[in-house]
C-alpha cells in the first residue's frame, strides 16, 4: 500500500526566502506526482503534474522534481510572498485514478 | 473560482439525523469524486463515479451513501453518523476517469457530527 510522507509539517519562513517542501512516497511504481495548494477553508488547487517519464515541471516560481528511483519529490518555491502561505499536499498517481496524498506541509510566509 | 461548488459549506448534524451534502460542477466533466479529511489525517478517496457510474467504493461504511443523478451533480446521503466521522468533506471533477487527469475540487463542506 502506497504511503506518502511530507516533511516538514509546518515551515515559516520570512518574505523572499527561497524554500523546498518535501514529499516521499514508499511505491516507485507511480503513474505521476502532483502538488496541490490548500488555502484555509478552501480546496484544493493543482500547482504541478510530473509524469512518471519526466524529472521536473515548472510554473512560474514553482519548481517540482521527482526522483521515482529515490521515491521522493521536492516543491521548489522562489522569492516566497505572504501570499505563498497555505499548506502543500503531494499525491502519487496509482493505477487508473487514486491520488495518495500526505498530510501536507503548512507553510506560512512572514511580511 | 474552480467550477466545483459544494452544499452546505458547514453542517452539525446529530447522530440520528439524515443529511445530505450536494456537489455540482460546471466544467462538462464526466468523472466526480468524494474524498475526505480529517484532522491530522491525509485525504481519503471515499468514491469515484465516471459517466454516473460508480466505480469505486473505497471501503466506505454504509452510512455514507453516493447518489449520481447525472454527470454535472453528486450527493453524499448521511444517516446515523459518529463523532469520528466528523471532517471535510470534498468533491471533485475531473474531464475522465484517469490519474493523469486534473481533478479539479470544490470548497468542501466541515461536518460536525455531535
Known amino acids: 500500500k502506497q504511503e506518502v510522507t511530507q516533511i516538514p509539517a509546518a515551515l515559516s519562513v520570512p518574505e523572499g526566502e527561497n524554500l523546498v517542501l518535501n514529499c516521499s512516497f514508499t511505491d516507485s511504481a507511480i503513474y505521476n506526482l502532483q502538488w496541490f495548494r490548500q488555502d484555509p477553508g478552501k480546496g484544493l488547487t493543482s500547482l504541478l503534474l510530473?509524469?512518471?517519464?519526466?524529472r521536473e515541471q515548472t510554473s512560474g516560481r514553482l519548481n517540482a522534481s521527482l526522483d521515482k528511483s529515490s521515491g521522493r519529490s521536492t516543491l521548489y518555491i522562489a522569492a516566497s510572498q505572504p501570499g505563498d502561505s497555505a499548506t502543500y499536499l503531494c499525491?502519487?498517481?496509482?493505477?487508473?485514478?487514486?491520488?495518495?496524498f500526505g498530510k501536507g506541509t503548512l507553510l506560512t510566509v512572514n511580511p | 473560482e474552480t467550477g466545483v461548488t459544494q452544499t452546505p459549506r458547514h453542517l452539525v448534524m446529530g447522530m440520528t439525523n439524515k443529511k445530505s451534502l450536494k456537489c455540482e460542477q460546471h466544467l462538462g466533466h464526466n468523472a466526480m469524486y468524494w474524498y475526505k479529511q480529517s484532522a491530522k489525517k491525509p485525504l481519503e478517496l471515499m468514491f469515484v463515479?465516471?459517466?454516473?457510474?460508480?466505480?469505486e467504493n473505497n471501503s466506505v461504511p454504509s452510512r455514507f451513501s453516493p447518489e449520481c443523478p447525472n454527470s454535472s451533480h453528486l450527493f453524499l446521503h448521511l444517516h446515523t453518523l459518529q463523532p469520528e466521522d466528523s471532517a471535510l468533506y470534498l468533491c471533485a471533477s475531473s474531464q475522465d476517469q484517469g490519474v493523469e487527469e486534473t481533478q479539479y475540487f470544490g470548497p468542501g463542506t466541515r461536518l460536525l457530527v455531535l
Open positions: 463515479y465516471s459517466l454516473e457510474e460508480r466505480v
Open positions: 499525491a502519487s498517481g496509482g493505477s487508473n485514478y487514486k491520488l495518495t
Open positions: 510530473i509524469q512518471s517519464s519526466q
